[in-house]
T-cell receptor, first 114, second 110 residues
Framework: NAGVTQTPKFQVLKTGQSMTLQCAQD?????MYWYRQDPGMGLRLIYY???????DKGEVPNGYNVSRLNKREFSLRLESAAPSQTSVYFC?????????????FGPGTRLTVT | ELKVEQNPLFLSMQEGKNYTIYCNYS?????LYWYRQDPGKSLESLFV?????AVKQEGRLMASLDTKARLSTLHITAAVHDLSATYFC??????????FGKGTRLSVIA
């Protein structure tokens, strides 16, 4: 996962606390994504950004906000954490070309909300 | 709304045996992706299938795509312990990002 870094790797929050998950890439790609992974649920898209300054909601956006201030970074913010947001969060980007692209994932952030 | 279904969700198989994981999807797509995830790790791309009839192989794994049947298979030949992992298929829908199946947790036992 050398091209995509996520911080922190682990985090424990109390209900109601806020925090920002950071994702940064050094691969110069436009599209970036935030997914959450829960046992038995696969990966579900929270938000994505097709380019700097643009963001769109995915399947499960409630309780989250995102920011894409530059091409390199895409952050995910939990304003008031809830136990239901306990999950593993993956940042991803799309690499390749229109007819041959794939998503490349960061190492993940394991978040526990108590 | 695109739905992606994998089966089985859990698979325990003996070393040396063959087995197939299935991935069905509900709307038209001309491509499909397979990923592998080891416990506590991120997702790693295995195969990108870009057209009807596409077949790709790497080692003991072979993936195929039938876009008319909306079906992809991941075939495991002569399983070894190192193949134990969770395998995901994923499908794009138009211009939307990938929709993932729930994953198949494979355990290869001696």
């Amino acid at each position: 996962n050398a091209g995509v870094t996520q911080t922190p790797k682990f985090q424990v929050l109390k209900t109601g606390q806020s925090m920002t998950l950071q994702c940064a890439q050094d691969m110069n790609h436009n599209s970036m994504y935030w997914y959450r992974q829960d046992p038995g649920m696969g990966l579900r898209l929270i938000y994505y950004s097709a380019s700097e300054g643009t963001t769109d909601k995915g399947e499960v956006p409630n309780g989250y906000n995102v920011s894409r201030l530059n091409k390199r970074e895409f952050s995910l913010r939990l304003e008031s954490a809830a136990p239901s947001q306990t999950s593993v969060y993956f940042c991803a980007l799309t690499r390749g070309y229109i007819n041959s692209y794939e998503q490349y994932f960061g190492p993940g952030t394991r978040l526990t909300v108590t | 709304e695109l739905k992606v279904e994998q089966n089985p969700l859990f698979l325990s198989m003996q070393e040396g045996k063959n087995y197939t994981i299935y991935c069905n999807y509900s709307t038209t797509s001309d491509r499909l992706y397979w990923y592998r995830q080891d416990p506590g790790k991120s997702l790693e791309s295995l195969f990108v299938l870009l057209s009807n009839g596409a077949v790709k192989q790497e080692g003991r794994l072979m993936a195929s795509l039938d876009t008319k049947a909306r079906l992809s298979t991941l075939h495991i030949t002569a399983a070894v312990h190192d193949l134990s992992a969770t395998y995901f298929c994923a499908v794009p829908s138009g211009n939307t990002p990938l929709v993932f199946g729930k994953g198949t947790r494979l355990s290869v036992i001696a």
